[in-house]
C-alpha cells in the first residue's frame, strides 16, 4: 500500500516496475499484450503531453471512447497526469444500434462539457455528427492520431494534482435518458481503495495478489477495482479480457483465472450463472481455480442459489465457495460500501415472506415460505451506513428501509446538476435508494426503490421503455408502464410492460402480433428482451390524481396479479404465479420511490 | 469432430436454422430465412447472438473473430462470417 493521495502520486510510485502489472487478452489467436507498471507510466505520459499539444488544460473534460482496454488506461492515467478530467463513455457494441448510441453519448458529453473527445479508428465515423450537435465539442481525434504528434519519451507539462480534484467523471450505464455524472476526487477514490484493499475489512492485497477481470473499464467495478486499486496497493498484476470475449466464451473467464493463478476476481451474479449454464466440461480441461481467494459478486441483487451452483459445478476444479465474497457498492460510493469477511463463508437469511412484505426482516420458520437475502457484510472503517425510514429516522435492526452512506468514499455530487445531487445529498447522507436491513452491523440489500431495472448488470430505466413501447402503431403514448419482477431463483429480473391499447383488437392471434411489435421495439432500441407484454384497455394503468403514472403500483397489481384482470394474456398467468414468491416488490411497493 | 461438418455457406445456414430451430425463445410467425434480421425479426439479444456464435464455432472447428461478428445483421451475414474463417484457415 502507497503512502499516496492522489492516484497520479500512486502511478509514480510503480514507475519503475518493469516486471509487474498489466496484460490484456483481446483475441483468442494471439497471447495476451503484456504492460507492465513501468510502460503503463511513460504510455500515459506520453499522452498526456500529447493531450495537452491538443490544447487541453487543467479542468477540461475529455471523452474517452476507447474499446481497446490498453489504450483506454493509458488515457485515463494520461488525463489525470496533465490535470484533465477524463469521462469514460461506453463503445458501440453492437454496430447495428447507432441511433440510440449517439443519443445517449450526445447527452454525456453536453452534460459533461467535453471539449475533446479521443477514440479509435472504427469508432471515429460514427462520432463525426456530433461536432454539429454538441458544438462545445472542438477536436475528435484517435489514439493513434494524439500520440502521434508527440514523442515516445514526450512528458507532460508537470500538473500539480491534488487530493481535491476531480479525478474522473462516472457517468451512470445503461440509460438513453439522462445518465449523471458521479463526481469523484482523488481523496474519494483513494479512501475507497484504501478500505478495499485493506488489511481489516478489506481484500487484503498484497505484492502478490493477481487480479483476472473481463468488466468492461467504463463501469466502476472494472475501472476502480482492476485498473486503480492494483495500482494504489502494488499487486503483481491484472489480466484483463475482452468483455466480448466473456459473453460469447464464457469459459475463457476460467481458464484465464487458472492460467495467470489469479488470486482476486469479481463479477455481477449473472456472470457465475453463465458459467454454470453454459460452459461445457470440454472447454474446462486443464482448469484449476484453487488460486481463486476472492470470487467477488456485486452490482446488480445477488442471487445465493445462482452462486451455490456454481460452487457447486466448479468445486471439483478447485473452486472453495468461501472465495466468494458477496458485497454492496455503488458510483455515488466510488465503488465498494460492504464486504464480508475475506475468509468467511457465503451467508443467506432466510426471511419470512409475509413479514418481508410487512418491511420486517423476520427469519422464516422451518416449513414456511421463505426468500434467502445474501449477507453483504460490513461498512469499511471510517465510514457510516444506516438504514431509515421515509421520514428519514434511523431503524433497528431486521427493519427494512432505505440505505443511507456517509464518509469519506461519497462522491461530491453529479456534475451539473444540482437539483439531482440534492435529491441524493441529503443531511450529510448519501441517499442510494436502495432497501435493506441491518443485523448485528452486518447488510441485507433486499432491492432498489427507484425503478431501476437491472438485466445482465446493465442498467435500465423504465421511461427508456415506455418511449420505445410507445413507438408501435395502436399503443396508446405516454400510457406505458414497464418495471422489473425479481423472479425468485433465477438469475435476472423479468421486465414487464404494462401498454393501454387504443383500441384491442378482438382476435387473440393479433394481440401475440401487437406484444410481438412491443418487444422488438424494446429490443431494438435497447438491447433489451421484455419478458412479458400485457395489452390493457384505456385507462386500466394506475394514475396519480395528476395523471402521473404509478410504476410501482402497477407492478404491486402485477405481483397481486391484479394489472389488466379480465384482458387477453395467455400465458402471463402462470408466470405471475411464480413471480408471486418475489420480494422486491413487495417491498418496492409498500415504501414508495426516492424521487416520486 | 468425428464427421467433417458441411462448412460450405449452404450447409452453414442450414447449421444455422437448425440451432435456431432447438434454440429459440420466441417464436415469429414468419419463416426463418438467410434474410432474417438478428433483433428485428428473430428476437435475439446480445447474449444469445454470443451464444449461437459459440455453437457454430464448436460445430465448425474455428474460431469467429469478434469484428467479423459485430458487424454482422442477418442470418446470411452469420453465415457468410462463418464461411470466410472456414476457407482463411483451410489456405
Known sequence: ?596 | MSVAADNSYEGVLAKIFEYLEEHRVERPTAAITAESHLIRDLGLDSLQSFEMVSELEDHFSVIIPLDLFQSAETLEDVARAVVQVVQVEAA
Open chain 1, 1 to 596: 500500500m502507497t503512502t499516496a493521495t492522489t492516484l497520479t502520486a500512486a502511478l509514480l510510485g510503480v514507475a519503475d516496475d518493469e516486471a509487474r502489472g498489466y496484460s490484456h487478452l483481446t483475441s483468442e489467436k494471439e497471447p495476451a499484450r503484456q504492460v507492465s507498471y513501468a510502460a503503463l507510466y511513460r504510455r500515459a505520459r506520453r499522452f498526456a503531453a500529447a493531450l495537452q499539444g491538443l490544447g487541453v488544460q487543467r479542468g477540461d473534460r475529455v471523452g474517452l471512447i476507447l474499446p481497446d482496454s490498453a489504450e483506454f488506461i493509458d488515457g485515463i492515467y494520461g488525463a489525470m497526469l496533465a490535470g484533465a478530467i477524463a469521462v469514460p463513455i461506453y463503445p458501440p457494441m453492437n454496430l447495428g444500434q447507432f441511433d440510440a448510441y449517439l443519443g445517449n453519448t450526445t447527452h454525456i458529453l453536453r452534460q459533461a462539457g467535453c471539449t475533446v473527445i479521443i477514440t479509435d479508428a472504427k469508432v471515429r465515423p460514427i462520432l463525426g455528427k456530433l461536432l454539429t450537435s454538441v458544438p462545445r465539442v472542438r477536436t475528435i481525434e484517435t489514439y493513434a492520431g494524439a500520440i502521434k504528434g508527440v514523442t515516445e519519451s514526450a512528458a507532460p507539462t508537470e500538473v500539480d494534482v491534488r487530493p481535491d480534484d476531480v479525478a474522473f467523471l462516472q457517468f451512470t450505464s445503461g440509460s438513453t435518458s439522462r445518465p449523471k455524472g458521479v463526481t469523484l476526487t482523488h481523496a474519494n477514490l483513494m479512501a475507497n481503495i484504501a478500505a478495499i484493499g485493506g488489511a481489516q475489512g478489506g481484500l487484503g492485497i498484497t505484492g502478490e495478489a493477481y487480479g483476472v477481470s473481463w468488466l468492461p473499464l467504463y463501469h466502476d467495478m472494472g475501472l476502480i477495482g482492476f485498473v486503480f486499486t492494483p495500482v494504489v496497493h502494488r499487486a503483481k498484476g491484472v489480466r484483463f479480457i475482452s468483455p466480448l470475449m466473456f459473453l460469447k466464451r464464457p469459459a475463457v473467464w476460467l481458464r484465464q483465472i487458472s492460467e495467470c493463478r489469479g488470486s482476486i476476481t469479481f463479477a455481477p451474479n449473472f456472470a457465475y450463472g453463465l458459467c454454470t449454464t453454459r460452459v461445457k466440461e470440454a472447454e474446462l480441461t486443464g482448469v484449476d481455480l484453487s488460486s481463486l481467494v476472492v470470487a467477488g459478486c456485486g452490482a446488480e441483487p445477488i442471487q445465493v442459489a445462482t452462486l451455490r451452483a456454481f460452487a457447486d459445478r466448479y468445486a471439483p476444479y478447485g473452486f472453495r465457495s468461501t472465495a466468494f465474497l458477496p458485497c454492496y457498492g455503488m458510483a455515488e460510493h466510488s465503488l465498494a460500501i460492504t464486504f464480508i469477511d475475506l475468509h468467511a463463508d457465503l451467508t443467506a437469511d432466510r426471511i419470512d415472506a409475509a413479514s418481508l412484505a410487512q418491511k420486517t426482516a423476520a427469519p422464516a420458520r422451518e416449513g414456511e415460505p421463505a426468500v434467502e437475502v445474501v449477507n453483504c457484510g460490513r461498512p469499511f472503517a471510517g465510514h457510516g451506513l444506516r438504514v431509515v425510514d421515509p421520514a428519514g429516522q434511523p431503524l433497528p435492526d431486521r427493519e427494512v428501509g432505505q440505505i443511507q452512506l456517509q464518509g469519506p468514499s461519497v462522491m461530491q455530487g453529479y456534475w451539473n446538476d444540482p437539483e439531482r445531487t440534492a435529491e441524493a445529498l441529503r443531511g450529510g447522507w448519501l441517499a442510494t435508494g436502495d432497501l435493506g436491513y441491518t443485523v448485528d452491523g452486518e447488510l441485507f440489500v433486499c432491492g432498489r426503490i427507484k425503478d431501476l431495472i437491472i438485466v445482465h448488470g446493465r442498467n435500465y430505466y423504465p421511461q427508456d421503455i415506455e418511449w420505445q413501447a410507445s413507438q408501435v402503431e395502436g399503443v396508446r403514448r405516454g400510457n406505458v408502464i414497464a418495471f422489473g419482477v425479481q423472479a425468485h431463483g433465477e438469475d435476472r429480473e423479468h421486465v414487464v410492460v404494462a401498454a393501454e391499447i387504443r383500441q384491442l383488437p378482438e382476435d387473440p392471434a393479433e394481440h401475440d402480433v401487437l406484444r410481438g411489435k412491443i418487444s422488438a421495439e424494446v429490443l431494438a432500441g435497447l438491447s433489451l428482451r421484455v419478458d412479458v407484454v400485457l395489452l390493457l384497455p384505456p385507462g386500466a394503468l394506475p394514475k396519480t390524481s395528476s395523471g402521473k403514472l404509478q410504476r410501482s403500483k402497477a407492478a404491486e397489481l402485477f405481483v397481486s396479479g391484479e394489472l389488466g384482470k379480465g384482458t387477453q394474456q395467455a400465458g402471463a398467468l402462470g408466470l405471475i404465479k411464480h413471480l408471486a414468491a418475489s420480494r422486491w416488490n413487495f417491498i418496492k411497493a409498500s415504501l414508495g420511490s426516492r424521487g416520486e
